[in-house]
C-alpha cells in the first residue's frame, strides 16, 4: 500500500462500532464494567479495554494506531501538545546527572523546555548541526539520548538520519527525532535507523490549524539497557515494547498530559488528507521559493533548492520533497514587517502545517525571549520571515507575495 492508500486502508484503520466510517468521537472520563474483577484486569493491563480517558480512550487509541503504522513504529502515545510529546519522551529515560545532545537550530519552545530542564540536573549540550562530526566529541558515559529535528523549523537544517543514527547506535544511545516539519509524508524516520520519533501533531497531521496536539512513536529496536538505563529494570520484562510500557504506565499518565477525544478525532479526519495536502504544500514551497528568489533584495531559502547545502540529501532522504517551510529574508525588520504587512492571503500567525499560508518575524515573536547567540544558533536573523505554505491555488499565492515584495520599492 502507497501512502495515501495506508492513510484510509491500513490494517490500523478498523470498522468502528455500528460500521461507522471514522472513529466516533468518545467524549467520556470513564469506562464501566459489570463487575469488579473486570476493571481489576483493566487496571492490571491484564485484559483490553478503557478504565480512564486520562490513560486511554477509544477515540484517542484510533488515532495512535495511524500515526504508528504510518511511522512503521510499534506503538504511540498521544499527548495533549506537541511541547508534552517532546518533554515526556525525554523524561521517559532521563534522570538528573543526565545529558543530552540537540542541535541548536530547536523550535524555541524546545530551547526554552531544555533550559527548564537544568532545574532537574538534565544538562543539554548543544550544536550547531546534528551531524557525526560535531555530536562526536560530546559524547559522555552521562549522554542518554541525542535530539534533533529532521527539517530544523525555521533554520531548514537537515539531518542525516542512517549516519547520525548508526553513529549514535555506536555508542549505545537512542537518537530522538522531532519529524513534526518533515512529516511521514517525506520520510519516516525508523527506516533510517532512529529510535523515537516525535510530532507536535497540531502542524501537518492535524493540517487544519484546528487543535494542539503530539505523539510519541517508538520504532522498538533500542534496547534500554537497565545499567545505563536504570528506570527500565521494572520494564526490562516487556522486551521490545519496554520504552513505551514505561511511557504509558509511569511519566506520560502521571504527569496527566493525555489528549482530548475531540481533538484525537479531528486529528484522525485530518490525517486522512495529509497527502494530498503536502503534496500541494511541497510543490507550491517550491514554485514560492523560485519566484522569490527572481526579485533584488530578497532571497528565499528552501532546502528542495538547487544549490541549498542540502539539496542532494533532500534528493536522497526525502525523494526531493522539501517540506512546507520557506524562509524569505528581507534585507531588514523594517521591510520584512512592510512586506508580511501586504500580504493578502497570508496569515500573521504563530503556527505552520494550516492549510492556510501562515508568516511570521521569528527573531521577533517565537524567539523573542531567546539571547542573540541563540538566535544565531538557531539560524533565525532579525530579517528573516518564516512561511508555512499553504495549498492555495499556486499562482495565486505567488501573486500575493509578488505584489508584497513590489509594495518594498515604494
Ligand atoms: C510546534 C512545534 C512543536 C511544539 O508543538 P505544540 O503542539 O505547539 O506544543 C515542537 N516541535 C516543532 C518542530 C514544532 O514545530
Known amino acids: 500500500m502507497q501512502f495515501n492508500t495506508k492513510l484510509l486502508h491500513g490494517k490500523s484503520v478498523r470498522r468502528y462500532a455500528e460500521g461507522a466510517t471514522v472513529p466516533p468521537i468518545s467524549q467520556v472520563s470513564a469506562f464501566s464494567y459489570e463487575t ?5 484486569k483493566v487496571f492490571e493491563n491484564k485484559a483490553p479495554g478503557f478504565a480512564y480517558t486520562r490513560i486511554g480512550n477509544p477515540s484517542v487509541d484510533a488515532f495512535e494506531r495511524r500515526v504508528a503504522e504510518l511511522e512503521g513504529g510499534l506503538g504511540a502515545v498521544a499527548c495533549a501538545s506537541g511541547m508534552s510529546a517532546v518533554t515526556l519522551s525525554l523524561l521517559n529515560i532521563l534522570q538528573a546527572g543526565d545529558e543530552v545532545i540537540a542541535g541548536s537550530g530547536l523550535f524555541g519552545g524546545t530551547i526554552d523546555l531544555f ?10 549540550r548543544y550544536v550547531k548541526h546534528i551531524t557525526v562530526k560535531e555530536i562526536g566529541p560530546l559524547v559522555t558515559e552521562k549522554t542518554k539520548a541525542v535530539f534533533g529535528e529532521v527539517i530544523g523549523n525555521p533554520g531548514l537544517d537537515v539531518i542525516d538520519i ?3 543514527s548508526d553513529f549514535v547506535h555506536s555508542k549505545g544511545i537512542p ?24 510530532h507536535s501533531s497540531s502542524k501537518y497531521i492535524n493540517g ?10 517508538d520504532g522498538g529496536r533500542f534496547r534500554f539497557a537497565p545499567d545505563r538505563y536504570p528506570g527500565f529494570e ?11 510500557a514505561k511511557l504509558r504506565n509511569g511519566i506520560w499518565r502521571n504527569m496527566g498530559g493525555c489528549l482530548a477525544p475531540f481533538n484525537a478525532f479531528l486529528n484522525v479526519i485530518g490525517m486522512e488528507t495529509m497527502g494530498l495536502r503536502m503534496e500541494r504544500i511541497c510543490e507550491n514551497a517550491k514554485q514560492l521559493a523560485l519566484a ?5 533584495g530578497v532571497s528565499a531559502d528552501y532546502p528542495a533548492l538547487y ?3 542540502y539539496a542532494e540529501l533532500v534528493e536522497k532522504q526525502f525523494g526531493g520533497r522539501g517540506g512546507g517551510i520557506v524562509t524569505i529574508r528581507a534585507g531588514s525588520k523594517e521591510r520584512a514587517y512592510k512586506l508580511m504587512n501586504a500580504l493578502k492571503y497570508a496569515l500573521n500567525a504563530t503556527n505552520i502545517g494550516d492549510v492556510r499560508t501562515l508568516v511570521i518575524h521569528p527573531a521577533s515573536t517565537i524567539y523573542v525571549h531567546s539571547t542573540q547567540q541563540e538566535r544565531e544558533d538557531a539560524g533565525v536573523a532579525d530579517d528573516m520571515i518564516r512561511v508555512s505554505v499553504g495549498i492555495e491555488d499556486t499562482q495565486d499565492l505567488i501573486e500575493d507575495f509578488t505584489q508584497a515584495i513590489f509594495s518594498l520599492y515604494d
Open 292 to 296: 522569490v528568489n527572481k526579485f533584488e
Open 307 to 309: 544549490g541549498n547545502p
Open 115 to 124: 533550559s527548564d530542564l537544568k532545574a532537574f540536573g538534565v544538562t543539554v
Open 36 to 40: 469488579a474483577e473486570e476493571l481489576e
Open 175 to 198: 537518537f530522538i527525532v522531532d519529524s513534526t516539519t518533515a512529516t511521514p509524508y517525506l520520510v519516516q524516520p525508523f527506516t533510517l535507523g532512529a529510535d523515537i520519533v516525535v
Open 234 to 244: 521494572k520494564y526490562k520484562k516487556y522486551g521490545k515494547l519496554a520504552y513505551l
Open 162 to 164: 542512517r549516519a547520525v
Open 208 to 217: 487544519g490549524g484546528n487543535s494542539i496536539s503530539g505523539i510519541i512513536v
